[in-house]
């Protein structure tokens, strides 16, 4: 027996039962999943943004939100609903940047919602990954979506809304098949797709646009492009992406060389019909679920499938319980081009976090200068594994200002540096890699007392969140 779709109050107790005249589900690993509900000139009220749970023969699949009601000449009502993740979009993130654990930057994002609806849950991705999240006013869904994107493969959001607040995980997809698909056993028909267009065995990549042109891999290889081996297999197929966070050849290597891995195979997607045979049979391969991984086993075909599923789609789960329609893919979630460039720029960057210590490195300095004669404060970038931010706050005594701020001989605007602190980032020289200079850089300050020749105290600290070496 399925359970009747229940209406909820905004406190999560049941306000009604729904008997619709149809129900269909669309359960996606990555995204929103979705339903759409037939109810009949009958049923009980329902409006915009009320809560229902949903069901099917494996018990409830979450609580969704309503978002398009559509009635016609007999009081019918078509019912449109999204995962009660969607509530996140409700709310705004304040532009912000930290650096936290994988559990931290989801609490620090939870905190910015309107109401709060959901609690962070289980984190089950390695004590050591840091991620530094940075984002200008965004949705609160796309700022976890981006958090997601710092993730190395393998991770998914779980969901536990049986009381309020609900639990937001972040769990570890295991590999280890979970379930198993035989044609005249649990599969109807099957449609197999091997796609190569966005194969690519050859990859020119670009970064941000600099005085002589934009970044290139020239510098650290001696040519503009990568290779990856399938090219012996696959023939040579060129591609080409750019993207303007990416400051540093080393960095650009390292993002051109996650491409090429991810698009040396070609995307593989299996759609089959299948029945949830579990229920009857007791075992749990006859059971579908996203982001389990399922074996599909084809012998009139030659082929044997074990990819993970990405999406299962039920038509109609009271009218056909059990059948639905699974798609299985080797790509956890399609992206854009852009899109994709973006994400792995923050893998990239996420990865450098592991395996090493995060510490803070502060260079205090006190001297007096004049309009003529800057105080200069100098510091120290180390032979450190990496440099994550530089920062620097200054003051004067009361009675006095700053006329000008140089960092390694550039000149930040004044709108960026008159608050009395800003990221010396941007301004520190660097290497012929585009990389931030290992040695001695400087700030100057050019105070002004009460006439150009008055000598005004500066008080000023640096700032350094460095990725310390690991040592065995």
Known sequence: MIRLPRLLDAAQREKARLLP??????????GLSTAEMLL?????EIALRDLVELYDEQGSVGVFRVTAV????THARRVKLTHGLCTLGDSVIPAQGFMDSVAEALARLL????????APGDVETPDDLTVIFATEYASLLDALNALLGMLPEGYA???????MPWQLHIRALTDTPFCEGRLCRNVGSVR????????CTRVYPFGAEVDTGRITLVPLTGSDHLESAAVQELGLISRTFQDDLIFDVPTLQSVAEMYLSRHSEPEITTVLTAADLSAATGESIDCFRVGRMCRLC???????VQHRIVAIDKQDVYGAPGQAVVTLSNRMKQQSEEDEVAELVRLVTAGKLLGGTVTTVEERNYAHGTYTAPVVHYFSVEDWAALLDARVTFFVPAGATIRDVRVDGNAPADDEWKPGAFSLMPYLKRDELGSIAKGQHAVSFLPYGSSASDSVGV??????????KTTT
């Open 70 to 73: 559509e009635t016609d000449e």
């Open 40 to 44: 009949p000139p009958d049923a009980p």
């Open 157 to 163: 959001l779980d969901f536990d809304q049986s009381a």
């Open 298 to 304: 084809l012998p009139d075909m030659g082929l044997t």
């Open 192 to 199: 197999h797709q091997v796609d190569g267009s966005r194969l």
């Open 21 to 30: 005249v149809k129900l269909s589900l669309h359960l996606a690993l990555s």
């Open 111 to 118: 905190d910015c919602q309107t109401i709060p609806m959901w």
């Open 459 to 468: 008080t000023s600290t640096v700032t350094m969140t460095v990725i310390e």
